[in-house]
Structure formats: structure tokens, C-alpha cells
């Protein structure tokens, strides 16, 4: 759909990682069966859009920013249940055993189905008849520019224990064309079998996205700004990247250190030498799939937060640099590319911009009509009532939203973040302004209220000339050095009595969130005048009692970790239960009372 015409249409949607979901014909993870599940559910719950997390093949930390392509699909979504079976009695006890061995009662997604998934797939390829159809020569012809790279990747991989290609042999390591044509020729069974999974792959998720048009629901792709430096294309096309640097972003209010990604960034100069190749075949590629894309930290295209690669890791963002390093470059870079994007896809572009925005990105998505992203919890007016702002101020062209899948959800954000400040950054902030850190602490923050490494204010530091008298009662500080953190105050204290305000909620401001709170701030939400609303189904869950105890452990990532916490969150429920849970009418209720539907 062209993106004059999709971003005429104001639309509510959901954010679901696959990953996330399961029902009763899946094996515990979700795949392109379940994910026809979703979109009856969205359907029957008045939603018109499904934002997917990205659905690349994921390196082994199974983060899907971090990707082993940025063209190759999950093998973990293929769908067992949707794919020609060979009548083969053994195959057929081996998928019953699995699926009869799977636990749906877990709270994190146990990967180990991946390999037990693609066990099986190599037996199905050895047994299938079919591996020579039209179908197949066609999907290897018209993805030549990465699949054949791709598949002699992977089939390395393989070879040398799932090492990093830059642990390889040095013929290996630097493509030698001899070396690789015998090796080749030695491994075409196992060539074969990475292409013919990818086909299956493509089939599965083409006959998706035309069930998600006959139901009148658009698939939202996530177009990763990077991937990962152990990837087929880091590999393949090393030209195109700065492998002496690791992107990441500076130091903000969440992560005080800033962030630490490890994914090489960029070389666009001869990326931009090769015509846009690379950029074009990935907008290519994913039409097949998408009606509408949100690209990855597009603030990255204008200038990218670079450290130098053998900066000590516990350092995370902290001594990084932009690149480019000159501001007054930043604007032609970014909207070149952006340009270079909608002129050669059908499908329309969504902006994530959240973060330290400069002035040209917010510019030139507002001269090219690309949405960005407005997250409630962020949406104010920063510079002068420092207060939320009303549904009718959100920008129009914007993609609103409670949460993101990098945030907490919103419940654990009212209980644990709001009204505070993060404990590292003001420690750092105190110390560059030569402040005791610890004395302060006591005369400024509650210790009760504070948690999860977050300060919450005391309520009787109620005004800005308080805040300086305890931040200077042992001496005379320069005011230039208490503007970031007289700001941190402005923009945090009586944050939740502000939003509980704003709300219309009736009696004291209460503590913990609930779903007559929640119900509010999402109705509120639906209500602004962006043009699409999505939330996280995370989020939409609080409307219900299925989420239990502390919210915060509900997240699907916490950014600058590594860990078994990310990307793992499963639902509390089957998509069959949650088609039949009285969840789905009250969203419905409230998407249609918004005027979404």
C-alpha cells in the first residue's frame, strides 16, 4: 500500500514477538501457524496492524537485533505443522515425541527447540521428492545477491564448531575463490539444506501475509539498523562495515553509561559507491512479507554512536564518538538514505526515534511524512512544564504507544521508574560536579521508595530552591554544574501526581497500578492523535489479572545485558485461551471507543 494512502487511516495495532507466543499445534515457541493465529485474534479484538519484532536468523544469544543476516529468516518460526511431511512412520513418532515433551508452562522460551527443530528438517530434506520444483530454482534465482553467501556461511559455521568467521582459517577468513570452491564442492548436501530450509521459510511466510490481506491486517516489519559482526554479511561484503569499531548509544536517563550493541557500524560511503545495493536487495526481500516496516534507531543513519572496539567492555557507551563526527553533515546523511529507501520499496516506513534526537532527524521525518515513535512515558513537554503531554499535542504523523519491547512494561514503569532518577547517573552526574554522592542520597532520596536502581524524591524536596540547598549544603557549587541535575528533578519529581492528574483518576494518588489505572492510560493513549497507536501485548495483559506479582520481571529486554531474561518472555496463556479470554472484547471495547476501528 502506498504510504500516502496506509498513513491517511488512523489504526491501533500490537506488538507481539513470535517468539513470545505458543498454542496447541506449536511446540512451545511460536511459528508462521501461530502467527495466523494472531491475526483472527487481532481481527476479533478490533486491532489492524501486528508489529513483528525482526524475524532474521538469530545468532546464538537469539537476540534479534543481533542477527546472523539481515536477509535470512528464523528457522525456529518454520512451522512443523504447516509443511509437506513425507509419509515416513519414524519422522512422524519423532514430532509427536517432541511436541509431547515440551512444557507450556514455563515462564522463559526454552531455545533448545531450535536445533531439535532443525534435526528433523534435515531428515524431511534427505526424504523430500520435492527439492527440485520450479518453486524452489525461482526463490534461489531471485535471492542470489545473499543467499548463496549466506548458505556458504552457515554451512562454515558448521564446519568449524559455530566459531565466528573471524576465528576461521585465513582462507576462509578472506574468501579465498579457491578454497571456497572446494569447499563447495565438497559440502553441496549441506549447501543445499541451508537454501532449501530458507525456501520453506519463505513459502510459510508469504502464505502469511496473504492470509493477514484476506483478513484486512497489516504485517509491520522491523528492518534492524545492524547486524551482527560474526554475520554472513559482515562476512561477505566487509567493505560495506567498520569492523574497528561497536556501535551503541551515548549515556541518557535509562542507561547511565550509555549502551554497548558490539554490532560494527556502517561504512555508507562505499555502500553509497555500490548504488545502495545492500539497502534496495533488504527492501526487496522484505516486501514479500510487510506492508509497512519500522526502521531500527533511525537516529543511526543521521550519525551513530561509535566506540572503538577494544574499549573495556564494562565501559559500555561511556567513550564513544558520533560518526559522522561533524554535525552540519548529519541532515544530507541520513535523509539520502532515507530517500534511497521510500523511492525503491511499496512499503511504508515507520521511524523508531526515540533517544537523544537531534534536530535533523526529527526535520527530516517531518519533510518526508516518515512516523516516529511516541512513547507516553517520554512525551512531554521537556523544556518549560516539564509535564506529560495531552492526547490532542502528539504529533500526527507518530506511532504512539505505552511501552517498547527495550522498556519495561508500563505497570512496572508507575511502580518502579516513574518519579525517579537513575542511581548511576545522578552518582556520576554528583561526582562531576564534585558532590558527595552518599550525603545527598540521604537528604534527597526516600530509601523506601527506591528500588530496582532507581531514586525516588522525597516529597518534602518539593521545589527547585530545596533541591539546591541539598545539593549545596556543604559548600558553594557552581550553578553550571547543577543544571543536569536540577533538570533530572524538573523532569522526574511529582511525575506520577502529574500523570494521575492528567488522567482524571479520582481519590489520592495511588502507588501501585491497577486495572482501573491502566485502563485509563490506555484509553488515553488510543485517544492521541497519532496516527497509529501499537502496544505491546505485555501491556494490553494488565487489563486482566494473567500477569502476577512483581512487574517488573515482565520484559522482553533490558538494554546493556546479556543474559537468559532477554528475549524469552513467553505468555501467560495459549493463543486459544487468549482468543476465548474476556481480555480480547474489553480491547476491542477500547479500540473501538477511540475511533480506531
Known sequence: MPQST?????????????????????????????????????QESGNAIVQLL??????GLFCPYDALSAFALEPLYLSLSDLFLPKDKSLQRQIETLRKNLSFNKQYVDYNIKQEKLRILREIFLLDSAGDTDRFSRFRSDNVYWLLDYALFKALKAKFGESPWYDWPIEFRRRDPQ??????????????????????????????????????????????????????DVWSHPEFFKLDFAAGAPPDMY??????????????????????????????????????VRIDHVV??????????????????????????????WKAHGKKILEVMLKNTRM?????????????????LQELNIPGNDVQRWSKDWAIKHDFLKSREYRKFSVTMLSTHDTTNWPAWWE???????????????????????????????????????LRWKEEVNSVEKLMKGLSSQGTVPEGKLHILKGLYQDTYGEKEKLWKQLGMAGPMREQSDKELFQAVLSFNLQAKSLFCINTLVDLLYLSDLWTGDAYQYRINTPGTVGNHNWSLKLPLSLEELHKHPVTKQIRKLVADSGRI
Open 6 to 42: 496506509l498513513l491517511s487511516q488512523k489504526k491501533a495495532g500490537v506488538t507481539i514477538p513470535l517468539f513470545s507466543v505458543y498454542s496447541k499445534t506449536s511446540f512451545g515457541v511460536g511459528d508462521f501457524s501461530d502467527l495466523k493465529k494472531i491475526i483472527d485474534w487481532l
Open 348 to 364: 511504508s516506513l515507520c521511524a523508531e526515534d526515540l533517544g537523544v534526537i537531534p534536530k535533523a532527524c526529527t526535520e527530516t
Open 300 to 329: 543511526g543513519l543521521f550519525r551513530i554512536w561509535s566506540i572503538p572496539y577494544n574499549e573495556p567492555l564494562e565501559n559500555k557507551g561511556l567513550n564513544g564518538f558520533f560518526d559522522p563526527a561533524n554535525e552540519a553533515e
Open 416 to 454: 518502579n521508574e516513574a518519579g525517579t532518577v537513575d542511581e548511576d547517573l545522578f552518582r556520576r552526574k554528583c561526582a562531576e560536579a564534585g558532590i558527595d554522592f552518599e550525603r545527598v542520597r540521604l537528604e534527597l532520596f526516600d530509601p523506601l521508595r527506591s528500588k530496582h536502581a532507581r
Open 54 to 59: 525482526p524475524m532474521n536468523d538469530m545468532a
Open 179 to 232: 578454497a571456497l570452491d572446494e569447499f563447495r564442492k565438497a559440502n553441496l548436501q549441506e549447501i543445499r539444506f541451508q537454501k532449501w530450509v530458507q525456501w520453506q521459510l519463505f513459502e510459510q511466510f508469504k502464505q502469511v501475509k496473504e492470509y493477514a490481506a484476506r483478513k484486512k491486517i497489516l504485517l509491520n516489519g522491523d528492518l534492524p539498523i545492524l547486524v551482527s559482526r560474526d554475520s554472513s
Open 255 to 292: 542507561c547511565a553509561r550509555g549502551q554497548r550493541w558490539g554490532m560494527p557500524t556502517y561504512n555508507w560511503e562505499r555502500i553509497s559507491d555500490d548504488g545502495y545495493a545492500y539497502l534496495k536487495e533488504k527492501l526487496r526481500f522484505a516486501e514479500n512479507f510487510y506492508d509497512l
